[in-house]
């Protein structure tokens, strides 16, 4: 059964971070590259940051989130995370975890966790 479970999410203040977490079902885990993506209302879902399934687990990141996000994975865990810092009111979005395969997600949304970002 895929499953996608995402949490940390919350309320902070402009500048400060957060840490995001997902629990990924093995079997997209170990098979797939992982990635972070946002939907803030009234737009798109977008890419955020993604990491490597294999070797030294590359990293790459939308530039509106580069130098201020950071994304790892503990295999143990099985689990994906987004370290977040200088937040800006404009992350303000629900953040979802996903697989991904060719650069794009492979659809298996979990239900997400709200950031919310005041000025």
């Known amino acids: 059964q895929v499953q996608l479970v995402e949490s940390g999410g919350g309320l902070v203040q402009a500048g400060g971070s957060l840490r995001l977490s997902c629990v990924v079902s093995?079997?997209?885990?170990?098979?797939?590259?992982m990635g972070w993506f946002r939907q803030a209302p009234g737009k798109e879902r977008e890419f955020v940051a993604g990491?490597?399934?294999?070797?030294?687990?590359?990293?790459y990141y939308a530039d509106s989130v580069k130098g201020r996000f950071t994304i790892s994975r503990d295999n143990a865990k099985t689990t994906v995370y987004l370290q977040m810092n200088s937040l800006k009111p404009e992350d303000t979005a629900v953040y979802y975890c996903?697989?991904?395969?060719?650069?794009?997600?492979?659809?298996?949304w979990g239900q997400g966790t709200q950031v919310t970002v005041s000025s």
């Open positions: 996903d697989g991904v395969l060719g650069g794009h997600p492979l659809g298996s």
């Open positions: 093995e079997g997209i885990f170990s098979n797939y590259d």
């Open positions: 990491i490597r399934w294999s070797g030294r687990g590359t990293t």
